[in-house]
């Protein structure tokens, strides 16, 4: 299973671009990278998930390079209600448990 | 649609206390899991579920013990709980298939043990 390393936290004021890279050098053919949000007292969820180039969705963009050691993770524009941990994953393609493998994470804080 | 529900949100033990977590979903999923996240880490599997009737360690299993009777339910036991075991307690579950499945979270339980 491929390590992941992120900043362990970000500070940005409100209405900025936040970008949150994550290595994953020792990525497999087939693996996935995934990311989780997690507000405080609550449990995490899925904000984005990505194999390669560019993807984007109502919460986030998603950025790999052609070599997937690395992605980016970028929130536009973030607000107060942004302040989370953001955990970045990398899932293997496969049937069965597929159990997945959080870090600590990247505590991002949105000032104002 | 409640989703994943956990019972009790909080709760206060004493050292060698026993007590069981619940876990129920609405989804149909296939798979559920539990895991324990401690203070500034992230979060660790505990056990986990592929179908109803079973269950399978995962990185941090000594000390609990889980059951999966029903499909919709996967409960957590502590038979005698320890200090080392506070901690908040999520569970969460997924559909069955490949990496496109996402698990599912549950709000978490709170446990503090005395």
């Known amino acids: 299973l491929a390590k992941t390393t992120q900043p362990i936290s970000m500070d940005s004021y409100e209405g900025q671009e936040v970008n949150i890279t994550c290595s994953h050098n020792?990525?497999?053919?087939?693996?996935?990278i995934t990311w989780y949000q997690q507000f405080p007292s609550q449990g995490p969820r899925f904000i984005i998930q990505g194999y390669k180039t560019k993807v984007t969705n109502e919460v986030a963009s998603l950025f790999i390079p052609a070599d997937r050691k690395s992605s980016t993770l970028s929130l536009p524009r973030v607000s107060l209600s942004d302040t989370a941990v953001y955990y970045c994953l990398v899932v293997a393609d496969q049937t069965g448990a597929n159990n997945l493998f959080f870090g600590t994470g990247t505590r991002l804080t949105v000032i104002p | 649609n409640a989703g994943v529900t956990q019972t009790p949100k909080f709760r206060v033990l004493k050292t060698g206390q026993s007590m069981t977590l619940l876990c129920a979903q609405d989804m149909n999923h296939e798979y559920m899991y539990w895991y324990r996240q401690d203070p500034g880490m992230g979060l660790r599997l505990i056990h986990y579920s592929v179908g109803e009737g079973t269950t399978a360690k995962g990185e941090v299993p000594d000390g609990y013990n889980v059951s999966r009777l029903k499909k919709q339910n996967f409960l957590l036991g502590l038979e005698s709980a320890a200090p080392s075991q506070t901690s908040v307690y999520f569970c969460?579950?997924?559909?069955?298939?490949?990496?496109?499945?996402?698990?599912?979270f549950g709000p978490g339980t709170r446990l503090l043990v005395l």
């Open positions: 020792n990525i497999a053919t087939n693996d996935y």
């Open positions: 969460a579950s997924r559909r069955s298939g490949g990496v496109k499945e996402t698990q599912y």
